[in-house]
């Protein structure tokens, strides 16, 4: 399968995005999302993700009540909802397929699409 991550860009802080993933090659049913980011220097961290169904999903802390990871399975595409944006969220955002649908552990997550550019000014 193949991921393509898109809508970042340049916000101020408070602001908000919503980034999008496609999956193709594939049926998004199949496979958990997950969403992860890596900032310059670091190490990439998960973010959020969802079972298969969407009924299911996990958070990082630092983004609880933050951002809204979802689903639209009929589109083969997966979103993430990102409101009050803080200058510590500027990232490349990633997501990523995971082959055990109901899985929410990172270690599920080997399919990953190329990221997309989430820069929040202070």
């Known amino acids: 399968v193949q991921l393509q991550a898109s809508g970042g860009g340049l916000v101020q802080a408070g602001g908000s995005l919503r980034l999008s993933c496609v999956l193709s090659g594939g049926t998004l049913s199949s496979y958990a999302i997950g969403w992860f980011r890596q900032a310059p220097g670091k190490e990439r961290e998960f973010v959020a993700a969802?079972?298969?169904?969407?009924?299911?999903?996990s958070y990082a802390d630092f983004v609880k009540g933050r951002f809204t990871i979802s689903r639209e399975n009929t589109m083969n595409t997966a979103y993430l909802q990102m409101n009050n944006l803080k200058p510590e969220d500027t990232a490349i955002y990633f997501c990523?397929?995971?082959?055990?649908?109901?899985?929410?552990?990172?270690?599920?997550?080997?399919?990953w699409g190329r990221g997309t550019q989430v820069t929040v000014s202070s």
């Open positions: 969802t079972i298969w169904s969407g009924v299911r999903k």
């Open positions: 990523a397929a995971g082959e055990h649908p109901y899985e929410l552990g990172p270690s599920n997550f080997r399919s």
